[in-house]
């Protein structure tokens, strides 16, 4: 059962937009714009509100995934963030898929770092027949050996493919939506916002969960990012990673360096309202944008990456524990699904 509605003495409009959510009546697109253009005199009223979402699904529990670059450069695609794309001349490792040794021992070390989810990602527009059976080999003995979930991150899938992962053991697919419709063609000319569309409906189909999200700071206006949070609440995907630009140089977005560590948890506040039962992830970037106000950030999120991303690196894991420990929060043992709401 959903907690009564409860009228907060600040009498904040966000509070009451929260009360509306947790009725189950969600906001609009007008509500959401609102936020992300919140002043910083509100900016604590908004968190707070968000909180109170996050604490009714997710309670303080913080979901920990561990990121495994399988497949690094050799990619024909143009996404214009990406080290990895054809248009990079990042200097970044370039290889194949990784071996079976290579690959275990990636999730021993999620396993250690207290994660429960493996995120095997391979960079490419689509996963060759040669990928699919690596990944359909290790997959069962990953969760046999460690117990962990698999993520997988492969690029385009048909049907048939988004089915032997499901076979396989595959949890859940990672497919970011990345930005709007609008604004898709901007970043990427070598694919469709609707191709990941697709991927994410072959992906359903097939009954894995989906996790998808974008990055922010990118051109795109608050309009871009509203319509992205509306299409991922159509898709109802499980779990999104809200990354903020690290500007890599040599891709085509070097220049689109600086965010307000305040608009970035503006957005994750918008992200949290639009889709509240939602797995939210601070994903890449936050240590470079979200700097000194990360932990505020997990008042509203309630999953991170512990570890390195792509090819950027994140932060200590020391410093990810001691972060959820300061603030009052556990790491949860279990990343399928959303918590039940606490009465």
């Not at 689509?126 to 003995?141: D, G, H, L, S, Y």
């Not at 894995?208 to 700071?217: D, H, V």
Request: proline residues 4%; contains cysteine; negative net charge.
């Amino acid at each position: 059962m959903l907690s009564p509605i409860i009228e907060t003495s600040s009498d904040s409009r966000w509070h009451h937009l929260a009360n509306n959510v947790l009725a189950g009546n969600g906001v609009t697109r007008e509500d959401a714009i609102s936020i992300l253009g919140t002043s910083d005199d509100e900016f604590l009223n908004l968190l707070s509100a968000a909180y109170r979402i996050r604490h009714q699904y997710f309670g303080k529990t913080v979901q920990l995934y561990f990121l495994m670059n399988a497949k690094s450069g050799l990619c024909p695609e143009d996404c214009h963030y990406c080290s990895q794309s054809k248009v990079s001349d990042a200097p970044i490792p370039k290889y194949n898929i990784l071996s079976r040794d290579k690959l275990m021992d990636g999730a021993k070390l999620a396993a250690e770092r207290q994660s429960k989810t493996y995120c095997i990602v391979i960079s490419g527009r689509a996963p060759n027949e040669r990928e699919m059976k690596a990944v359909e080999t290790i997959v069962p003995e990953i969760k046999k050996t460690f117990g962990l979930n698999i993520c997988a991150c492969l690029g385009l899938l048909s049907e048939e493919q988004a089915l032997r992962l499901k076979a396989a053991g595959v949890d859940k697919v990672n497919h970011n939506l990345n930005t709007s419709r609008e604004h898709y063609a901007e970043i990427c000319t070598t694919h469709t916002f609707d191709d990941r569309v697709e991927t994410l409906k072959n992906v359903r189909k097939a009954g894995m969960e989906l996790c998808s999200g974008g990055i922010i700071g990118m051109g795109e206006k608050h309009e871009d990012i509203v319509e992205m949070a509306f299409s991922l609440q159509e898709l109802q995907v499980e779990s999104i990673p809200l990354n903020f630009l690290h500007a890599i140089d040599g891709t085509p977005l070097e220049q689109q360096e600086y965010l307000n560590a305040r608009d970035c948890i503006r957005a994750l506040c918008m992200m949290r309202f639009v889709n509240p039962r939602s797995e939210l992830r601070i994903a890449g970037g936050r240590e470079r944008h979200l700097r000194s106000l990360q932990p505020l950030g997990l008042f509203v999120a309630n999953s991170i990456f512990v570890g390195d991303y792509l090819t950027t690196q994140g932060q200590a894991p020391e410093e990810d524990y001691n972060m959820i420990r300061d603030l009052g929060f556990e790491i949860t043992g279990s990343s399928v699904g959303p918590a039940q709401p606490q009465c």
